[in-house]
């Protein structure tokens, strides 16, 4: 049959999570939606597993507003949100190369909070890592590949300290490991309940902010904030002469560029646009022992809102699930 498009099950109808309008959790809805077939350029993926961000949660509220922009201004263009994947190549179109039949893979995606998703093909997707399941692998495009691309812009390097603020989270559960692999010394800040989940990741030292300031004078080389919550001023302060501050929600970035640029420290914000070898990359951090995932809860598909609630509420450690049922 040459490399055309593989002949499929006659079945049309697969399963996904369909919502028509913004909102609360409860917009997302089951439904049976027409099966994808895959163009020239594009691969059809069989999905096993995929998660719950905090990105998909702004999506589904369209909050903050700017989000309409490009999600759609008064409803949302595609019904089916989802960004990470870890499933089977079913089908390809002609023109695609990146894969094979029947390999298995991971990696960013969209509306993949369905059974099946079209993808492009030579996108931000690998081989799956030889020692993860579906649903771990699923986990690490959007949490672990944020935690790359600022460590990396703040020239992580060995022998320097790292302080990362928000520790147990998707983003700083990776964060911490992809810094000790880098060689850095790593302090954690999180919660009581999660000081435990963070040692246990290979930070050196752990701080409960609910107990302690984080905030000490001229103390780290980096200060990566992973939530947003540790408060800018605080973080500078803490940092060294020619530090780097890092967070991927930082607001008012000029400003704060001015500021770094008044007090000798760099500011790294922005949106992290990662490669596909950022993502070989971090594979093969996972096969060498040296990164591993956090998965706090898991959800089938059919449990989707209850799921988008959990994440809503703002205390998730490390990620959650959406396991997608195939025979």
């Not at 905090?54 to 909050?63: F, P, T």
Request: charged share 25%; glycine share 12%; net charge positive.
């Amino acid at each position: 049959m040459g490399r055309g498009i593989v002949p499929l099950p006659q079945a049309t109808n697969v399963k996904a999570a369909v919502y028509i309008r913004y909102g609360p959790p409860d917009v997302l809805q089951i439904k049976e939606v027409e099966k994808p077939t895959p163009k020239d350029n594009q691969v059809l993926i069989r999905i096993f597993a995929t998660t719950v961000t905090s990105g998909d949660v702004r999506i589904r509220k369209a909050d903050p507003w700017i989000v309409r922009l490009f999600a759609g201004l008064t409803r949302p263009k595609k019904p089916i949100i989802g960004s990470e994947l870890a499933g089977v190549v079913e089908a390809m179109g002609k023109d695609a190369k990146q894969f094979k039949l029947g390999d298995q893979v991971f990696g960013g995606g969209v509306s993949t909070y369905a059974e099946y998703t079209c993808v492009k093909d030579g996108g931000l997707r690998a081989l799956k890592p030889a020692n993860m399941t579906f649903e771990e692998a699923a986990t690490i495009p959007f949490g672990s590949l944020s935690a790359l691309h600022f460590l990396r812009k703040g020239n992580v390097r060995k022998g320097q300290s790292v302080l990362i603020y928000g520790a147990s989270g998707g983003v700083g559960t990776a964060a911490v490991q992809i810094a000790k692999s880098f060689g850095a010394e790593v302090t954690g800040v999180c919660s009581t309940a999660n000081l435990d989940l963070v040692r246990s990741l290979g930070a050196d030292k752990v701080i409960d902010y609910t107990k302690e300031d984080y905030a000490k004078p001229a103390t780290y080389d980096i200060v990566f904030d992973t939530v947003g919550k540790g408060g800018f001023f605080r973080g500078m302060k803490s940092l060294k002469k020619r530090g780097a501050y890092l967070s991927a929600l930082a607001l008012a970035p000029i400003l704060r560029k001015l500021w770094g640029s008044f007090t000798g420290r760099r500011v790294v914000g922005g949106i992290a646009n990662p490669k596909t070898e950022d993502l070989v990359f971090l594979k093969e951090l996972i096969e060498a022992g040296k990164l591993r995932t956090v998965i706090d809860r898991r959800y089938p598909l059919e449990q989707i809102a209850e799921a988008h609630r959990y994440v809503e509420r703002g205390h998730k450690k490390g990620n959650v699930v959406i396991i997608v049922g195939h025979e």
